[in-house]
């Protein structure tokens, strides 16, 4: 799977012009309900995505060994485990995803979540 991504072709993303993606697997693991990512800027060392996950979704546990994430939770409450310790997030929360550190999320309420990953590398498969 090609995990980079192409750079953005401007710098600057209207709101409702980024593409929305439904995504049925993560790092090869599949999800027992699809969410949907909006990758809206891509940089050379970084990239800036919306996440839309649905009131229990469990993500399998798993890692990234290329990139870093982090993530802030706009709205809604999730249970974030990293590195099998586990926080209740909710609005203004943020965490991070360290290289190859496991970690997985359950959404307990419809979740809007912001992420930076760097450098900029998709965890899911390329539709």
Sequence with gaps: MDREMTVSDRPFVKAGEARTVEVSALEGRALQRALAITP???GRDMMFMEV????GMLDPEHSHDDHESICYLV???MRVV?????FEAGPGDVWV?????KHYH???EDSLQIEIKS???RAWPET
Excluded at 52 to 55: E, H, L, N
Excluded at 97 to 101: E, S
């Design 106 to 108: 359950e959404t307990l």
């Design 52 to 55: 839309r996950r649905p009131k």
């Design 119 to 121: 450098p900029p590398r």
């Design 40 to 42: 809206m800027l891509v």
């Design 97 to 101: 995803h360290l290289p190859g550190v």
């Design 75 to 77: 709205s809604g409450r």
């Design 82 to 86: 990293i590195d099998g310790e586990e």
